[in-house]
């Protein structure tokens, strides 16, 4: 459920760019540049050889993660790398599958991967840098560099496009609602032209933190203007040359070679089928690396040769709301912890490519698993591999769920209808979607529009098992009457709910919808149409996008960049227009001709 939650994380749910020019893009010089131009020849010469001794002497290791890491792909299916660096010692890299099925190309170390949100760092170090430079403060008003923002009433920030409390709409749902598919060839152009007509902020900034792919973009428009490079530019002089990050550059242009470069899919049917992906933008995605290019920026962590330990030290800044809350999200990484142990982190996702990484500061461990694959769980190879190295300084699994040949022997409690009728209704979930809760033959469901349909198997009275992802729910009735819900995934974290209705909104005057809605904004139209006592939104590039009654004058779709769709009346009560957005856009407005 974590996966419906969320949706495409970037993300997450989720996306992300990069850049370099064509004639330093994939130099093998570039190694050489930086921080070893100046070594004594036999230095630079045991630094290359430095990763075969060191796999030497970790055979049994080596041994232990590959048969960890065998199990987890199929011959002939999209494959993965991984790379492991502890005390500054590359001790396992290596590549398992296919990177390419047309052609059999095998996954091997220095195989390139988009990795999609994993960029969301590199960005925030840019910018870090140059407030080490002088030349900005993360506390500047963003019109101080992008004066082509509408004035929001309410000032935002640079350190808040980074900790995404600006208010600043997602992107990728932005363009899903203006008509793209995000397979379509997206330049940075077209999403700043989207972004800077952005007429209405998500929320005040500071008030709340709500993902969103569209900060970075601006974050990485900034460091052009001021540093005077372009983006990828900047990050391969200041960045990916001083760590020796030979096989990484930001993809600017979708028609750029990419040498040694994976390539994207996703699981249909018995097989696999291509997710094509022309992303031309920078900032919140698009980073092509390999894993042991990462384990290098990973161990800048412990050693910081970019940015020094100031950098390193402010990227982990956590954001503070308004109120005083603090949430675990800092400058382009996320802060946690696995198992006892303290993590810093990010995970990627957009078409088939999925990545994670994951650095222990107090172990000086860090981990990075890249794939082709969609439906492959980077963040659980990299904490199984972490498990192996770590060994008994992780914490015992708490609560550990049984394996799922076990779940299937699991005794659930029996619950009558009158206990299913209780909880069933709409929640508005705190990560901006509308959950539906009901019954179906005997069982207890829970769907999340566009995002998919899950058994909720029942532990007790009020709490429930969700299998695959693991995780459990639990409803608890409030003094006011209200009935909130709250999910743990197995994995970490917390999504919760309140109750909106008990029960779905009987559709009638279903006549009063039907129209053409027109987006200034956007600069696109839906057209409302009723037939058989069913409402679509019809688009000229979507197709018919059918609306499934939730509450009065509010519905949803199965689609997923308009998870909500509200109509607005006027003093009359007549129908005068309809905002759509929920996720990671609040609402658009759509006025009716």
Same mark, same amino acid.
């Given at each position: 459920?974590?996966?419906?939650?969320?949706?495409?994380?970037?993300?997450?749910?989720?996306?992300?760019?990069?850049?370099?020019?064509?004639?330093?893009?994939?130099?093998?010089?570039?190694?050489?540049?930086?921080?070893?131009?100046?070594?004594?020849?036999?230095?630079?010469?045991?630094?290359?050889?430095?990763?075969?001794?060191?796999?030497?002497?970790?055979?049994?290791?080596?041994?232990?993660?590959?048969?960890?890491?065998?199990?987890?792909?199929?011959?002939?299916?999209?494959?993965?790398?991984?790379?492991?660096?502890?005390?500054?010692?590359?001790?396992?890299?290596?590549?398992?599958?296919?990177?390419?099925?047309?052609?059999?190309?095998?996954?091997?170390?220095?195989?390139?991967?988009?990795?999609?949100?994993?960029?969301?760092?590199?960005?925030?170090?840019?910018?870090?840098?140059?407030?080490?430079?002088?030349?900005?403060?993360?506390?500047?008003?963003?019109?101080?560099?992008?004066?082509?923002?509408?004035?929001?009433?309410?000032?935002?920030?640079?350190?808040?496009?980074?900790?995404?409390?600006?208010?600043?709409?997602?992107?990728?749902?932005?363009?899903?609602?203006?008509?793209?598919?995000?397979?379509?060839?997206?330049?940075?152009?077209?999403?700043?032209?989207?972004?800077?007509?952005?007429?209405?902020?998500?929320?005040?900034?500071?008030?709340?933190? !709500?993902?969103?792919?569209?900060?970075?973009?601006?974050?990485?428009?900034?460091?052009?203007?001021?540093?005077?490079?372009?983006?990828?530019?900047?990050?391969?002089?200041?960045?990916?040359?001083?760590?020796?990050?030979?096989?990484?550059?930001?993809?600017?242009?979708?028609?750029?070679?990419?040498?040694?470069?994976?390539?994207?899919?996703?699981?249909?049917?018995?097989?696999?089928?291509?997710?094509?992906?022309?992303?031309?933008?920078?900032?919140?995605?698009?980073?092509?690396?390999?894993?042991?290019?990462?384990?290098?920026?990973?161990?800048?962590?412990?050693?910081?040769?970019?940015?020094?330990?100031?950098?390193?030290?402010?990227?982990?800044?956590?954001?503070?709301?308004?109120?005083?809350?603090?949430?675990?999200?800092?400058?382009?990484?996320?802060?946690?912890?696995?198992?006892?142990?303290?993590?810093?982190?990010?995970?990627?996702?957009?078409?088939?490519?999925?990545?994670?990484?994951?650095?222990?500061?107090?172990?000086?461990?860090?981990?990075?698993?890249?794939?082709?694959?969609?439906?492959?769980?980077?963040?659980?190879?990299?904490?199984?591999?972490?498990?192996?190295?770590?060994?008994?300084?992780?914490?015992?699994?708490?609560?550990?769920?049984?394996?799922?040949?076990?779940?299937?022997?699991?005794?659930?409690?029996?619950?009558?209808?009158?206990?299913?009728?209780?909880?069933?209704?709409?929640?508005?979930?705190?990560?901006?979607?509308?959950?539906?809760?009901?019954?179906?033959?005997?069982?207890?469901?829970?769907?999340?529009?566009?995002?998919?349909?899950?058994?909720?198997?029942?532990?007790?009275?009020?709490?429930?098992?969700?299998?695959?992802?693991?995780?459990?729910?639990?409803?608890?009735?409030?003094?006011?009457?209200?009935?909130?819900?709250?999910?743990?995934?197995?994995?970490?974290?917390?999504?919760?709910?309140?109750?909106?209705?008990?029960?779905?909104?009987?559709?009638?005057?279903?006549?009063?919808?039907?129209?053409?809605?027109?987006?200034?904004?956007?600069?696109?139209?839906?057209?409302?149409?009723?037939?058989?006592?069913?409402?679509?939104?019809?688009?000229?590039?979507?197709?018919?996008?059918?609306?499934?009654?939730? !509450?009065?004058?509010?519905?949803?779709?199965?689609?997923?960049?308009?998870?909500?769709?509200?109509?607005?009346?006027?003093?009359?009560?007549?129908?005068?227009?309809?905002?759509?957005?929920?996720?990671?856009?609040?609402?658009?407005?759509?006025?009716?001709?």
């Amino acid at each position: 459920m974590t996966t419906l939650l969320l949706n495409r994380s970037c993300s997450a749910y989720v996306r992300s760019t990069s850049i370099m020019s064509k004639s330093t893009r994939l130099n093998p010089l570039a190694f050489m540049s930086g921080r070893l131009r100046s070594k004594p020849l036999f230095s630079v010469f045991s630094l290359l050889i430095l990763p075969l001794s060191v796999l030497a002497a970790n055979d049994g290791l080596s041994t232990r993660l590959d048969e960890l890491l065998s199990g987890s792909w199929q011959s002939g299916a999209p494959g993965f790398s991984v790379a492991v660096i502890q005390h500054v010692k590359p001790v396992y890299e290596k590549g398992f599958g296919l990177a390419n099925l047309e052609y059999d190309m095998p996954v091997k170390p220095q195989t390139v991967y988009h990795v999609a949100s994993v960029s969301k760092q590199f960005t925030a170090m840019a910018v870090v840098l140059l407030e080490q430079d002088g030349k900005l403060s993360l506390e500047d008003d963003l019109h101080k560099y992008l004066p082509e923002l509408p004035d929001y009433g309410h000032p935002a920030t640079i350190r808040q496009l980074l900790q995404h409390t600006s208010g600043i709409r997602d992107q990728w749902q932005t363009l899903g609602l203006a008509g793209w598919r995000l397979d379509d060839v997206i330049t940075q152009e077209q999403i700043l032209r989207l972004l800077f007509r952005q007429k209405e902020l998500n929320f005040v900034p500071g008030t709340r933190h !709500l993902y969103s792919n569209g900060g970075y973009t601006l974050a990485a428009e900034i460091v052009a203007r001021v540093s005077g490079k372009s983006f990828p530019d900047f990050c391969r002089d200041r960045i990916f040359n001083p760590l020796g990050m030979a096989h990484t550059h930001f993809h600017i242009d979708h028609r750029t070679i990419v040498h040694d470069g994976a390539y994207s899919y996703s699981k249909s049917g018995d097989g696999y089928q291509a997710e094509p992906l022309n992303y031309a933008n920078v900032g919140a995605t698009s980073l092509f690396t390999t894993a042991p290019d990462l384990a290098r920026w990973l161990d800048n962590f412990r050693e910081p040769k970019v940015g020094g330990r100031r950098a390193i030290e402010r990227l982990q800044e956590q954001a503070i709301l308004a109120g005083g809350n603090k949430i675990n999200y800092a400058l382009g990484v996320g802060l946690g912890s696995h198992r006892g142990l303290k993590t810093i982190s990010h995970s990627g996702g957009d078409a088939g490519y999925r990545s994670f990484v994951v650095w222990f500061p107090e172990q000086e461990l860090g981990v990075a698993v890249l794939t082709g694959l969609a439906s492959f769980d980077c963040s659980g190879a990299a904490f199984k591999v972490a498990a192996i190295v770590l060994g008994d300084k992780l914490a015992p699994e708490a609560n550990k769920e049984p394996a799922a040949a076990d779940q299937k022997k699991r005794d659930y409690v029996k619950l009558d209808s009158r206990t299913f009728q209780k909880y069933s209704g709409a929640y508005k979930l705190d990560a901006g979607l509308t959950a539906n809760f009901y019954e179906k033959d005997g069982r207890f469901m829970a769907e999340i529009p566009g995002q998919g349909t899950v058994e909720l198997h029942p532990l007790g009275t009020n709490r429930f098992l969700i299998e695959a992802p693991s995780g459990e729910l639990e409803f608890s009735s409030q003094p006011d009457g209200a009935m909130r819900l709250k999910f743990s995934p197995q994995g970490g974290g917390m999504v919760s709910g309140e109750r909106i209705a008990s029960k779905s909104w009987e559709p009638k005057d279903l006549e009063d919808f039907p129209g053409v809605y027109w987006s200034e904004e956007l600069e696109t139209e839906y057209t409302v149409k009723l037939k058989d006592g069913k409402l679509t939104a019809e688009h000229i590039r979507h197709g018919s996008i059918e609306l499934l009654p939730v !509450l009065r004058d509010q519905f949803a779709t199965r689609t997923w960049f308009m998870a909500e769709v509200k109509f607005e009346r006027d003093q009359a009560g007549k129908v005068s227009g309809m905002t759509l957005g929920g996720g990671r856009v609040t609402g658009i407005l759509f006025k009716r001709k």
